[in-house]
């Protein structure tokens, strides 16, 4: 597979009043065309940084950022990002319209804007909540439309920012799974941050992790487990403690990050 996200040498740094903070420093990694990467790192390692660099949001001081043949200086169509936060659909706006709005701003007919957000409010368990408001709905519900919304567009790169930080267990375990699901039928390049070391694994065909003050890219690891993966599997649990001794862990537990063993989640 050819590369679809080529990042190289990147820097970026930032201006504060105490000081000037290396967020990245000499980034280099790619990602290949359908591949589902996660990043994984202590608080402040300049994950969102990077995924913002990526959509094209925040300039890089040095280094540049290929998508294919193309340099990314801007945001376009072709990135979509999803967020932590609940709140990334339009309140006054019904979960259909929201998608069928998102569709008509990217040019597509009625009846298609119709058909595809009935078919994407199905991929995501959403098809009874059409007509419903974002205030009618539960966060992990929210979080699904949001996602539903960010399929529908068909990106060629999906960014994820921690989509699933603000949720429950086990509606964090449902979408985990969901989102493997569809990524399996849509075939978008997937960058997914979390601090979660078993969504990581879960998650992704490789794992980057990163480090702090300076961010740095530690290692990137691959996953050689079979989909589905389970946690309470020896290969599973030897991956975690590989990546756990990868992590700056004393900065990452001081943090109170969700970091569950495998098996006890
Ligand atoms: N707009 C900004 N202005 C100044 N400093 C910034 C800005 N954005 C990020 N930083 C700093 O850059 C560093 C990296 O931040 P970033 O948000 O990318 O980290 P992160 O790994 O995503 O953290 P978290 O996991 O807590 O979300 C931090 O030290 C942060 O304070």
Not at 33 to 42: K, S, W
Not at 79 to 92: A, S, T, Y
Request: glycine share 10%; proline share 5%; charged share 25%.
């Amino acid at each position: 597979m050819a590369d679809k996200v080529l990042i190289e040498n990147l820097f970026v740094k930032f201006e504060g009043e105490q000081g000037n903070i290396q967020a990245l420093e000499d980034i280099s990694f790619s990602v290949k065309e359908g591949e589902f990467l996660t990043i994984l790192g202590p608080s402040g390692c300049g994950k969102s940084t990077l995924i913002r660099s990526i959509a094209g949001f925040q300039k890089p001081e040095k280094g540049r950022i290929l998508l294919g043949k193309r340099q990314v200086h801007e945001p376009g169509p072709d990135r979509i990002m999803v967020f932590q936060e609940f709140d990334q659909l339009f309140p006054w706006k019904t979960v259909k319209s929201n998608i069928t709005y998102a569709l008509k701003v990217n040019g597509k007919g009625k009846e298609e804007r119709e058909r595809m957000a009935a078919h994407y409010l199905e991929m995501v368990n959403l098809q009874d909540f059409g007509g419903a408001f974002p205030h009618q709905l539960s966060g992990g519900m929210k979080q699904r439309a949001a996602i539903a919304r960010s399929l529908a567009l068909n990106p060629e790169i999906l960014l994820m920012d921690e989509p699933f930080g603000s949720l429950d267990a086990q509606t964090r375990a449902v979408l985990q799974s969901e989102l493997v699901r569809l990524w399996q039928k849509v075939g978008s390049t997937i960058i997914f941050i979390t601090h979660n070391i078993q969504e990581a694994i879960l998650l992704g065909d490789r794992v980057m992790v990163m480090s702090s003050a300076p961010g740095r890219i530690k290692d990137i690891v691959d996953v050689n487990i079979a989909r589905p993966r389970l946690p309470e599997t020896p290969e599973f649990m030897a991956l975690w403690h590989t990546l756990y001794g990868l992590l700056e862990t004393k900065r990452f537990g001081e943090n109170g990050k969700n970091n569950t063993m495998p098996g006890k989640d």
